[in-house]
C-alpha cells in the first residue's frame, strides 16, 4: 500500500471540490480524507494502489469542472 498527501490550490472551496475528490478516491477503491485548509485549498490523503493514486492526483489536477 502506497499514500500521498497533496495540497491543491486555486478555486476549490465552494464549488463541490471535497465531494469531487470523495468519490472519486471511493470509486478508485481509495481510502484516506479530505479537507478545506484556511488558506483557501484543499488537503487530502490518498491510500491505496500506486496506480490508483496516480490517477487521483491526475483527476485532482482536473477538477470537478
Same mark, same amino acid.
Given at each position: 500500500m502506497q499514500q500521498a498527501h497533496v495540497f491543491i490550490s486555486g478555486t476549490v472551496q465552494g464549488v $463541490?471540490?471535497?465531494?469531487? %475528490?470523495?468519490s472519486n478516491a471511493r470509486k478508485l477503491g481509495l481510502? $484516506?480524507? %479530505?479537507?478545506? %485548509? !484556511?488558506?483557501? $485549498? %484543499? !488537503? *487530502?490523503l490518498f491510500q491505496g494502489e500506486k496506480t490508483k493514486i496516480e490517477e487521483m492526483? *491526475?483527476?485532482?489536477?482536473q477538477g470537478p469542472m
Open positions: $463541490g471540490y471535497r465531494y469531487f %475528490v470523495r481510502t $484516506g480524507w %479530505v479537507q478545506n %485548509v !484556511e488558506d483557501g $485549498g %484543499v !488537503e *487530502a492526483i *491526475a483527476l485532482c489536477r
